[in-house]
């Protein structure tokens, strides 16, 4: 569910500079099972940082379980105190020789 600020002006002008300023993040590691390369979240946070934090926006995250479900939580903010929050959970299925825990890193990593 997708919560928001009641005025969305600063940080709709704001997204959009940033987004204009950043560039794409550097593949920076290799898949040997899928023969291709893919960008860290290291990677992505080194493209998007400045952008972001040029505009006065800051972006945060945290890991969320909930009904057998796990995810990623965020807010992305502006200075003005406008905002946009919202999650995105994927359901854990039973995997034998998983963990609990092991099953909600898998699936916080890939959310």
Excluded: F
Excluded at 28 to 56: C, F, K, M, Q, W
């Amino acid at each position: 569910m997708l919560e928001r600020s009641e005025q969305q002006n600063e940080l709709a002008g704001a997204l959009a500079r940033a987004q204009a300023a950043i560039r794409s993040a550097e593949k920076d590691r290799a898949n040997p099972h899928l023969r291709n390369r893919y960008a860290t979240l290291e990677s992505v946070i080194r493209a998007t940082r400045g952008p972001l934090g040029d505009n006065g926006l800051s972006l945060t995250c945290a890991p969320v379980v909930a009904d057998g479900s796990a995810g990623v939580a965020w807010t992305l903010r502006h200075a003005s105190g406008q905002y946009e929050s919202g999650a995105l959970l994927m359901p854990m299925r039973d995997s034998r020789g998983v963990t609990p825990a092991q099953a909600v890193g898998s699936v916080v990593t890939y959310a």
